[in-house]
């Protein structure tokens, strides 16, 4: 079965430290990719960070960055220097024919 | 143009009205998606317009009708909801091509859908 698991269904941080959402999936492809898209309260879904199942090293864009353990089939988040607004709903996923199977989704609260 | 937009933003609609979900990309994308999506859940798939057919229905209801007029402009219609349909309708685009393959999808903020 294709799945997506997100063990955290909330996560806390206080405003500039670092925090690392987790995520783990199960697939039978050999090649395939994985993403994590933010959606802030009432605003749209957007892409954080994606990466390439056949690529070994990991993704970086500036403060977000994960680990890939395609071993391990583990996909990890961190944020780093966290920011007020980085606060929303993360959910991470991989394509499989067209579809996006998504995780349940973590919500990420940045304290002041 | 790495946009895609949705009208209206907000729609509250009666169980016996028939109503309209609009969605556009000029991002040249050749596949097409409807998600509906309740509040702190995921995206639930509801259909794939690939090169402007139908590829994928998720068992929707038929008070559910997509349209694909052309590779830009994605349509949903809707005739006698129920209260709980109420929900986000995401619309999305894809670079389109083979399955399985590199597809990121570029999401629509949204029509948040209220059915009395």
């Known amino acids: 079965a294709q799945t997506v698991t997100q063990s955290q269904p909330e996560m806390s941080v206080q405003e500039a430290e670092t925090v690392t959402l987790s995520c783990t999936y199960d697939?039978?492809?050999?090649?395939?990719?994985l993403f994590w898209y933010k959606q802030p309260p009432s605003r749209q879904m957007i892409l954080v960070i994606r990466?390439?199942?056949?690529k070994q090293q990991n993704a970086t864009e500036n403060r977000f960055s994960v680990n890939f353990q395609k071993a391990a089939k583990s996909f990890s988040l961190k944020i780093s220097d966290s920011q007020l607004g980085d606060a929303a709903m993360y959910f991470c996923?991989?394509?499989?024919?067209?579809?996006?199977?998504w995780g349940a989704g973590t919500k990420l609260i940045i304290k002041p | 143009d790495t946009e895609v937009t949705q009208t209206p933003k907000h729609l509250v609609m009666g169980m016996t009205n028939k109503k309209s979900l609009k969605c556009e990309q000029h991002?040249?994308?050749?596949?097409m998606y409807w998600y509906k999506q309740k509040a702190k859940k995921p995206p639930e798939l509801m259909f794939v317009?690939?090169?402007?057919?139908?590829?994928i229905n998720e068992s929707v209801p038929s008070r559910f009708s997509p349209e694909c007029p052309n590779s830009s402009l994605l349509n949903l219609h809707l005739h006698a909801l129920q209260p709980e349909d109420s929900a986000l309708y995401l619309c999305?685009?894809?670079?389109?091509?083979?399955?399985?393959?590199?597809?990121?999808?570029?999401f629509g903020p949204g029509t948040r859908l209220t059915v009395l």
């Open positions: 999305a685009s894809s670079q389109g091509g083979q399955a399985s393959s590199y597809n990121e999808q570029f």
């Open positions: 991002m040249g994308h050749r596949a």
């Open positions: 996923a991989y394509i499989s024919n067209y579809q996006l199977i």
């Open positions: 990466q390439e199942a056949y």
């Open positions: 317009y690939s090169y402007e057919k139908l590829s």
């Open positions: 697939t039978s492809e050999s090649d395939y990719y």
